[in-house]
């Protein structure tokens, strides 16, 4: 079957305004999936700004952003001074680990925030705790749902 580079191109962008909905940037929601569909596996920061009809400033920051998310890699050009990015093995798994250390801080926020209201009938005190509660389930269960997709990724 032929590639269908259109539909390509708008799930592409759909998938972007639906990360974007979910919080990340727009500009690196954009880049992550031009680079995701990419067939050659990458694309140069010149042919991302072709591809997405964005500038040279606007790719630099959105490469950088996920470059510091680990979804992203540099990768030098033997022979040539552009580098070209690309969403390597595992992406997607390293990127929500990344994220692990994120949980157990605001898990620690949210009882240090209880613990300066003091009254555990207060709203706000119900609130944190839940919300402590929340991110050490998240944080405790992240080895096992890793696990869990390492063994269901290496079956296909």
């Known amino acids: 079957m032929a590639r269908d580079e259109r539909t390509i191109r708008e799930a592409a962008e759909q998938s972007a305004a639906i990360l974007t909905a979910a919080g990340m940037p727009k500009m690196p929601a954009r880049v992550l999936m031009a680079l995701t569909v990419a067939e050659d596996g990458g694309l140069t920061a010149l042919e991302l700004g072709e591809v997405l009809g964005v500038s040279a400033a606007a790719i630099s920051g959105a490469v950088r952003y996920l470059q510091s998310i680990a979804i992203v890699r540099r990768v ?52 944190l705790d839940e919300m402590a509660a929340f991110y050490r389930f998240l944080d405790a269960r992240m080895p096992e749902i890793m696990k869990e997709w390492e063994q269901q990724r290496n079956r296909k």
């Not at 992406?91 to 926020?109: G, M, N, Q, T, V």
């Open 76 to 127: 030098a050009q033997p022979g040539s001074r552009r580098d070209r990015y690309e969403v390597p093995p595992n992406a997607w798994e390293a990127a929500f680990a990344h994220e692990r250390p994120i949980y157990r801080a605001l898990a620690d926020l949210a009882d240090t925030a209880t613990a300066a209201i003091g009254n555990q009938d207060s709203t706000a005190f119900g609130r």
